[in-house]
């Protein structure tokens, strides 16, 4: 990966002739306020209106204001607990002001007879007007003619240092406007009833920071105003343009093109697997291979909701690769996942390959001295034509042979430097590997149009035949013994059951049961009950702690059908595919996300058999869940759809979960909503790719002014 725009932040002096920064300097530093940009786009949280003194006597109970007048009282009383009490009267009431924190230096400065500026919540009660905790100052200067802004901060930050940081940044920062007036004349949102020209970027952040009162509030806060569409507009371009660059510079490198060879092995798997492709599967595949035929690096998403077959499509990519004598590398997120991609791919190539004296190597960090040693030798060698593991594939001491294509599955459990060192593990000179990235998480529409927009997008829309649907159902923690009562007869039919709890461990914030209460209550519960064949029915458990020789056993005994209940945490959310499991029961629902919620139903239905997902869920002291739970479980119920799934997910939780680690943790938008922004983002998508044909001195510096080396996320 390499950086897209070169920051504008000076070089790192050494350490020993660096300055000591002071702790405002350095919380400065840790918010990422390096630049006068940096500073200038720092916007503030809310407002505080200290432009007009309100009387006591038009004061109401629970207004936020400011009042002026002269300290009549000022005293320190030590109950119920020590604090400084100032009675403040501006000569139509009296207000005590309460401090349960003070310095000598404040005490002095309220006084006796001092004239005092102060605001806070106003309360009124049996004694008077009351404000706790006020902010003060001496009276005597004018009133401010804008608003007080207060802007996000961290510990050893105030707010006055915070406030004259930003100010000096929007002084020196270059807030010329750079995008071309036609540009601007198109975006929808940028003028104000009545006015011709668009806000310019200058006049926007001197708005926000500093609104004139009269400045509608609520269009501030719910950032409808003109000039948060400007910044939004800015951010959405600055974005799209890395990532229409970031496109362009790929489509410059070099890859081995690999052409699909007529009666090749892709032929031969194909003529092999025990089922027919699904139209959406052909489809994908058939767009893979055109990437790969190509002497430019393939980056193509390839998406699929839960059992619509992925695995199988990148089998078919590999064989393209392995048939011109390259290797193949697939990395999964968890030992789980790596070894089910593995059984499968061992299946379906290791006749194929084995008399070509080629095999499926298999790399995780358990692996023994001796086992690990013979994998590295036949990677090195060029003997394993396709590589299967966890992050271990990776490492520095795997040397690829010939490495064309890096498949990535979950790939936003991956961060960037993981993706990236997988593609440089090819050695050939001036070579890129094709990459494929897979995921089980539908992204929404307007998510694959902005973070995503450099990559090429596959979609499996369709699941193979012969699954059955679904059936979700919600059921309060109170009807408990009820399901146990139904697993009961399900394990007695022969039909297999997950159970997955929240935790491995009692813990006194979250009131959960846990993996290990729960296996024990069932293995009670269920002793006495035989499986169809008669004999006793076994309960597993499973969590990410145990010996991974223990997971691997446990694994072996649910998917030989020996065992009939599974208690797991979510360990088991991605990779496992047990057909004969027709109910799943997730415990402590409220508290999962809704894709997860999602990824662990799929571990069902994939077999003839009718399956259920329940749903159990714990209500509060009040009898309800949260909202935002309520909103996830209600979709759960209502629709099976992945892509669905996913949108209503983006809604409630914003657009992390989809993301993971492409940003390296650091959100790229910041002030844009994909929710309720899609018309600038249209807008964003149009001109990007324009600015850079036409005018590309002005995208660059547009890029480096929002993006700065964030830019360099996107390429990963």
């Known amino acids: 990966m390499r950086l897209m725009a070169a920051s504008a932040t000076p070089p790192t002096p050494s350490p020993a002739a660096a300055p000591r920064l002071s702790a405002p300097q350095q919380a400065l530093r840790k918010l990422g306020l390096l630049r006068p940009i940096d500073l200038a786009l720092h916007l503030p949280l ?15 109970d629970g207004d936020t204001l400011q009042i002026e007048g002269v300290v009549t009282g000022s005293e320190v009383v030590l109950r119920p607990r020590r604090q400084l009490l100032v009675t403040l009267d501006d000569g139509s009431g009296r207000c005590t002001m309460r401090f349960f924190s003070f310095y000598p230096s404040q005490q002095k400065t309220l006084s006796v007879g001092a004239r005092i500026r102060a605001r806070g919540e106003l309360r009124g009660g049996f004694l008077g007007w009351t404000m706790m905790h006020p902010s003060f100052q001496v009276a005597g200067a004018e009133l401010p003619a804008a608003l007080t802004p207060v802007y996000p901060s961290s510990a050893g930050l105030p707010q006055a240092y915070l406030r004259r940081a930003v100010q000096a940044g929007l002084q020196r920062a270059d807030l010329s ?20 020209q668009p806000w310019s970027l200058q006049a926007a952040l001197q708005c926000l920071h500093h609104p004139a009162p009269e400045v509608p509030l609520a269009a501030l806060e719910d950032r409808s105003h003109p000039a948060w569409q400007r910044l939004k507009a800015e951010e959405l371009l600055a974005q799209q343009l890395s990532q229409v660059r970031a496109k362009q510079e790929r489509a410059g490198l070099r890859a081995p093109a690999l052409p699909s060879r007529p009666n ?19 489809r994908v595949g058939a767009e893979i291979a055109r990437d790969l035929a190509r002497p430019t690096p393939m980056h193509r998403l390839l998406q699929g909701d839960v059992g619509s077959g992925k695995t199988v499509v990148a089998a078919l990519a590999a064989t393209v690769a392995i048939d011109d004598g390259w290797q193949c590398a697939l990395m999964a997120p968890t030992e789980i996942l790596a070894e089910q991609h593995f059984g499968k791919l061992v299946g379906w190539l290791a006749p194929l390959l084995a008399p070509l004296g080629k095999t499926v190597a298999w790399l995780t960090g ?32 795997v040397q690829f042979s010939r490495l064309a294509l890096a498949l990535i599955d979950e790939q936003h459990r991956f961060g960037v430097a993981q993706r990236l060192a997988l593609r440089q593990k090819m050695q050939d000179a001036g070579l890129e590997p094709h990459l494929l990235m ?69 813990s006194e914030a979250l009131d959960l049961s846990n993996a290990t209460a729960t296996h024990a209550e069932l293995s009670a519960a269920l002793s006495g009950v035989s499986a169809a064949d008669g004999s006793p029915v076994q309960v597993g458990l499973l969590h990410s702690r145990m010996p991974p020789a223990q997971k691997k056993a446990v ?108 940003q390296s943790g650091t959100p790229m938008l910041r002030f844009a909503d994909l929710a309720t922004d899609a018309a600038l983002l249209d807008w964003a998508r149009r001109w990007a790719p324009r600015l850079w044909a036409q005018q590309p001195e002005q995208a660059e510096r547009h890029v480096e002014r929002w993006m700065g080396s964030k830019a360099a996320f996107l390429k990963a």
């Open 177 to 196: 406007d750079v995008l071309p007036a036609e540009a601007l004349a198109e975006c929808p949102g940028l003028r104000s009833p009545g006015q011709d």
């Open 555 to 662: 694994m072996a005994l649910f998917g030989s059908a020996a065992m009939g209940v599974l208690v797991s945490t979510t360990v088991i959310e991605v990779g496992v595919d047990v057909p004969n499991a027709s109910l799943m029961v997730i415990e402590h629902a409220e508290r999962f996300g809704l894709s997860q919620l999602h990824q662990l139903r799929g571990r069902v239905g994939r077999g003839a058999a009718a399956s259920v997902c329940m749903l159990l869920y714990a209500p509060h002291e009040n009898g309800r869940v949260s909202a935002s739970a309520r909103e996830r479980l209600r979709a759960m119920a209502e629709t099976n759809d992945g892509f669905e799934i996913a949108r209503r997910d983006l809604e409630i939780r914003g657009p992390g979960e989809f993301l993971g680690a492409r």
């Open 438 to 506: 897979m995921s089980a998480t539908p992204i929404p529409r307007t998510l694959a149009m902005s973070y995503y927009a450099d990559l090429d997008v596959s979609i499996i829309d369709e699941l193979p035949p012969g699954r059955t649907p679904i059936v979700t159902k919600l059921l309060a923690d109170s009807r408990r013994e009820q399901l146990i009562s139904r697993l009961r007869s399900q394990v007695a039919e022969g039909r297999q059951v997950y159970w997955v709890c929240p935790l491995i461990e009692e």
């Open 264 to 282: 090749g092995l892709q032929q031969q798997l194909l003529a092999a697997l025990p089922f027919a492709l699904t139209a959406a599967q052909r």
């Open 366 to 397: 358990s692996q023994k001295k001796k086992e690990r040693s013979a994998m590295l030798a036949q990677i090195a060698s060029g003997q394993a034509a396709l590589v299967v593991g966890t992050h271990a594939v990776i490492q520095e001491q």
């Open 46 to 60: 809310r407002y505080e209106d200290q432009t007009r003194i309100t009387r006591l006597e038009h004061a109401h």
